[in-house]
C-alpha cells in the first residue's frame, strides 16, 4: 500500500481533529472542492492541521457554493517535526516563494529569514511565507507545518543556534572538493540537528565570513563550479544535506 494517498485532495485547517467531527469549510476551500475540483457528495478529502495527524473526510455539501467535511478516520499518526533549521537572506517575492516551498518540501522544520550586508530588502511578509509553507505542505504530503522564525540580523541568528547544532554554510568560495565527506567528517557518529545557511544573491561580506567561520560546529560548504542563484542553492544543499545526515539516509 502507498505511504501516501494523493488521490484526494489535501486541506490545511486550524480546526482540532477528531472521528466525527464536521468542520465547516471556508468560502475558498469549499470553491477550490466544489467548483475547480467538482467534487460532490461523499466524495474523500484528506485533512491535516499539523497537530492531528492527517484524517480522511467525507464532503457534505450545503448548497451550490458551501459544503462541510465530516471527519470519518485517521490515515497517518502526526510525526514529530524535522529539527533542521533552514536560514535564509530573503530575496524577492516570487523566488522567494519558490525558495521557500522547495525548503519545506525538502524537510525544513523551521524557516528562518536572515538579513545580511547584502540582502536585497528589508521587509518580509511572514504571512506570505507561511502561506508558501502550507501549500507546500498540502502538496506534498506533508504534516509538520514548519515554524516561521521573526527576522534576525545575522549575528543575532548565529547566537541563537544551540552549539551542539551543526551549521551547513553554503560559501561558493569554500575550498571543498568532496562536500558528501566534508559533512560526514563534520558530523559524530550520532546525527546532531542541523541548520542550513544560505546567503543572498551579493553572497557575504567578509566580516560576515569570518563571524561564521568563527563559529563551532560550523562546515563551509562549496556547491561546486557554478555560482548558483539562492533559490537554486536552496534545493541543492538541503538534497545534498538530507541524503549525507538527514531523512534521505
Not at 62 to 71: I, P, T, Y
Not at 221 to 243: E, F, K, N, W, Y
Request: hydrophobic share 45%.
Amino acid at each position: 500500500m502507498a505511504l501516501y494517498d494523493f488521490t484526494a485532495p489535501r486541506l490545511y485547517v486550524e480546526a482540532d481533529l477528531a472521528e466525527g467531527r464536521v468542520l465547516p469549510l471556508e468560502r475558498a476551500q469549499a470553491n477550490y472542492l466544489l467548483t475547480v475540483l467538482r467534487k460532490t457528495e461523499g466524495e474523500p478529502v484528506l485533512l491535516f492541521n499539523g497537530r492531528d495527524g492527517e484524517w480522511r473526510a467525507d464532503l457534505v455539501p450545503n448548497g451550490r457554493k458551501s459544503a462541510d467535511l465530516k471527519l470519518v478516520t485517521q490515515t497517518r499518526p502526526q510525526p514529530a517535526p524535522p529539527d533542521l533549521h533552514y536560514l535564509f537572506a530573503p530575496l524577492k517575492t516570487g523566488r522567494l516563494d519558490y525558495m521557500a516551498q522547495k525548503a519545506v518540501e525538502m524537510g525544513a522544520g523551521t524557516l528562518r529569514p536572515v538579513f545580511t550586508r547584502f540582502t536585497q530588502g528589508e521587509r518580509i511578509k511572514l504571512d506570505r511565507l507561511r502561506a508558501n509553507a502550507i501549500e507546500a505542505a498540502e502538496q506534498c504530503g506533508i504534516l509538520a507545518i514548519p515554524a516561521v522564525a521573526e527576522p534576525e540580523r545575522l549575528p543575532a541568528a548565529l547566537d541563537a543556534l544551540e552549539p551542539e547544532r551543526l551549521l551547513v554554510f553554503c560559501d561558493e568560495d569554500a575550498p571543498v572538493a568532496d562536500p558528501v565527506a566534508a559533512l560526514r567528517g563534520a558530523a559524530s557518529d550520532k546525527t546532531p540537528p542541523l541548520a542550513v545557511l544560505v546567503g543572498p544573491e551579493g553572497g557575504f561580506h567578509e566580516e560576515e565570513r569570518a563571524l561564521i567561520a568563527a563559529r563551532p560546529n560550523t562546515v563551509a560548504l562549496s556547491l561546486g563550479p557554478r555560482i548558483l542563484r539562492a533559490d537554486t542553492a536552496a534545493v541543492a544543499v538541503m538534497a545534498l544535506v538530507q541524503a549525507v545526515l538527514g531523512d534521505g539516509r
